[in-house]
């Protein structure tokens, strides 16, 4: 029988192989085989949930190390041809670190004083440090293509899957990289932009088959027509930034400010710090710092930088890969806070009493270093009594104050009551090749609850701020739900025997008590789903319309400048006001902001669409291997065409169209929104249970179609609809829709 390793022998193993902790590795190290391979899983999986280990791409690293992302010069090859290179932006008190470059046969050739921009990992040996991964060299920023490879007698070519693209790009024969015809590939520009004939192209990434999962997140970038290419001038404005220093800063070095982020975050927009506040009058508050990264410093108003921020508006986000809203020399390196380098930040100092209620705020434009950054898990196992060794020392001095403000700012959230909807958000979770391996909900911990509310407290601190200083700003607004949606809900709560009164000012305490009073019943889902589905969308204004679902009578962004640009305005904003530098709000911003407000607003909604489609897509790809089976869901939405059905264990959206429906005609009741059974009386409606059997996966268009089996545990009955096309007259709807469907046939007449 193979024997299983202790955890701890597990954990010594990666802490001495940094660049071997995948679970093959691991496997391999400790001999395990076959079956024993699901006992490993379930231990790796167990460390990860402690807290203890985190599934990274890349390793830990040491407080005086490099950043994960980094400018690198490359030296001399070695006696051995080995490429080695150098770190230009090192402050450590030690010998300068050493990095191997592992290039891959689709980088070009580097040779002595070539200047890049690499990924780093830990590794040390006895002739270097690191090891690198080249992202892109300095200087060069060749146009990629996505497209369908097409193979010739020599080499091939490249069809562009972008709709807006006029012709092909040719491969050269060398220059292939292994790809086979229909494979759908990246390719980058290859030589100089010539205007006479095709443009020529090399192979940099095979990504298979164009309907596999791993093509998904890209295929959605450019249907979207999400921008995923920086033009050369932007890159130039990245390269060539430089850190920023101490002058005319706050310095905030000294002091202990940590991040805390999902394990697998590649930037850090904000660090936090709490101290109890030392005015006896104020016994037993806090002064809570948030520092957010300046990005305004390296993208000023105008700048081709900011041109292209604008235009993008935001990074998106997809299971796979970030399409970022800046290069990555800005939001890998100069503006992520990483631990143990100075970075530049506009920290806030927000005073709470011991009721969480904000009494005052100051801003501050620092020069600030992180002492560790740490992620959500490992915090909260520190709190749950299994800290790790990175987190232990941390605790008393650092972690536990952040706790105990935070306590206090849940009091102040009880007492304004935003909106409580309890919704759980998917997580697709992916191997190396691109392949959907599970569909998890993520786990909603204290600390992620932590970082949201010292984020809306800064926000508050930024909005308040501006509109005292009389500044121009975009607010985040949400309005209030429309009366139509409102009724809608109404129904529903009313259908699940719950109410939401009428005839009062809505507040979103009303709405509170309606989830807590469907809380724990089978109604629970439905009515969180009805009160989302019965929200307005937020979205960016000059003025201020308040924002309702956080109960907050002003608000802006201000915390994520990195992949958010109205947090870029926020910052621009405060700058200006304080009198902190030529880089604040400029006049063009305040002019355009009403533009800038529409612009950013829209690119959000694209790419929150994007990344929804790509969702569906990757859901559809996982379950495309279980046509036949059983699964369970509950109705969220009727259609006259058909029945939308929540399936429970992946979350997935799946239809049931309204001609596969039992052996009866039923009709759609708009107002309502049910189905009725034409002979039997039967009523379909949300929020009811149901067994489906899935019949369709479309891994291309991420469409499920299904059958449905059970409703409410009772068997549907099958076979052919008498009738189908010609309902019995039955008499359906009140008088008030009738004479509204008469007034309309009166109002096309008269036209």
């Not at 503006?335 to 009493?353: F, K, N, P, T, W």
């Amino acid at each position: 029988m193979t024997r299983i390793p202790s955890k701890s022998e597990i954990l010594q193993w990666i802490s001495e192989n940094p660049t071997k902790t995948a679970k093959r590795d691991i496997a391999k190290a400790f001999g395990i085989k076959g079956a024993a391979r699901i006992d490993l899983k379930r231990l790796l999986k167990e460390l990860q949930d402690e807290g203890r280990l985190a599934k990274r791409r890349s390793s830990y690293r040491d407080a005086e190390d490099l950043p994960p992302v980094a400018v690198l010069e490359v030296l001399a090859p070695d006696t051995d041809g080995d490429l080695f290179a150098r770190p230009l932006e090192w402050t450590g008190q030690g010998p300068e670190p050493r990095v191997l470059m592992m290039l891959r046969s689709s980088d070009p050739a580097l040779g002595a004083g070539d200047r890049i921009l690499g990924r780093l990992t830990v590794d040390k040996t006895e002739d270097h440090t690191h090891t690198a991964r080249m992202i892109r060299r300095i200087g060069t920023n060749p146009l990629r293509i996505l497209g369908v490879f097409r193979a010739g007698s020599e080499g091939g070519r490249v069809l562009p899957i972008d709709k807006g693209a006029d012709r092909q790009w040719v491969v050269a024969a060398g220059a292939t990289g292994g790809a086979k015809d229909g494979e759908l590939v990246e390719a980058e520009q290859a030589g100089p932009k010539g205007r006479l004939g095709l443009p020529k192209a090399r192979i940099v990434a095979r990504l298979g088959d164009p309907t596999e999962p791993r093509a998904v997140s890209l295929i959605a970038i450019h249907q979207h027509g999400i921008p995923d290419h920086f033009p050369d001038e932007v890159v130039a404005e990245a390269d060539a930034a430089k850190p920023a220093g101490l002058k005319g800063r706050r310095d905030l070095r000294d002091m202990p400010l940590i991040t805390i982020d999902p394990w697998d975050a590649r930037d850090h927009d904000d660090a936090c710090f709490v101290e109890a506040d030392p005015d006896p009058k104020n016994d037993g508050g806090f002064i809570i710092w948030v520092a957010i990264a300046d990005v305004a410093h390296y993208v000023t108003p105008g700048s081709a930088l900011d041109r292209e921020a604008r235009k993008r508006g935001n990074s998106t986000y997809f299971p796979d890969r970030v399409v970022p809203m800046l290069p990555d020399r800005l939001s890998g390196d100069l503006c992520s806070l990483h631990e143990g380098v100075e970075r530049a930040c506009l920290a806030v100092a927000m005073r709470i009493d011991s009721k969480g209620q904000k009494i005052g705020h100051e801003f501050h434009r620092g020069l600030m270093k992180s002492v560790a950054s740490l992620n959500y898990q490992e915090v909260q196992a520190g709190m749950d009594g299994r800290p790790n060794d990175k987190v232990a020392p941390l605790m008393d001095e650092i972690i536990r104050p952040l706790f105990a403000a935070y306590e206090a700012l849940t009091k102040a959230r009880a007492a304004r009551q935003p909106l409580d909807l309890d919704l759980p958000e998917r997580e697709i979770v992916l191997d190396d090749k691109g392949k959907v391996t599970s569909v998890q909900y993520k786990e909603r911990l204290d600390a992620h609850r932590l970082i949201e509310e010292f984020m809306v407290l800064a926000n508050v601190a930024a909005a308040e701020t501006l509109i005292a200083k009389k500044s121009q700003l975009l607010f985040r607004v949400h309005e209030e739900p429309s009366p139509e949606k409102l009724d809608a809900l109404r129904e529903v709560a009313q259908a699940s025997g719950l109410v939401l009164a009428k005839g009062q000012v809505l507040k979103t305490a009303h709405l509170n008590r309606l989830l807590a009073g469907a809380e724990g019943t089978d109604h629970d889902e439905l009515i969180n789903m009805a009160t989302l589905r019965s929200m307005t969308q937020a979205y960016y204004n000059p003025e201020n319309f308040g924002h309702f679902g956080l109960a907050l009578r002003a608000y802006a962004h201000f915390t994520s400048p990195i992949r958010r640009y109205s947090d870029l305005i926020a910052h621009r904003a405060l700058i200006a006001a304080h009198g902190w530098g030529k880089d604040g709000l400029s006049p063009w911003d305040i002019e355009h902001l009403a533009d800038t407000a529409k612009q950013i607003s829209d690119t959000e909604r694209r790419s929150m669409t994007a990344e929804r489609d790509t969702t569906d897509r990757y859901l559809a790809a996982f379950l495309s291997d279980r046509i036949g089976a059983e699964l369970t869901g509950r109705i969220s939405g009727i259609a006259k065409f058909g029945v939308f059905v929540k399936l429970d264990e992946t979350g997935a959206d799946a239809m049931i169209p309204i001609r596969t429906l039992g052996a009866e005609y039923f009709h759609y009741d708009p107002e309502n929104k049910t189905l009725m059974g034409a002979d039997s009386g039967m009523i379909i409606a949300l929020g009811q249970r149901v067994t489906v059997k899935l019949i369709e996966a479309a891994p291309v268009t991420g469409g499920l179609i299904v059958e449905l089996i059970k409703l409410d545990e009772k068997i549907m009955p099958r076979g052919p609809s008498k009738g189908r096309g010609k309902p019995p007259r039955h008499k359906v709807g009140s008088a008030k829709k009738k004479a509204a469907k008469t007034a309309r046939k009166v109002k096309r007449t008269r036209k």
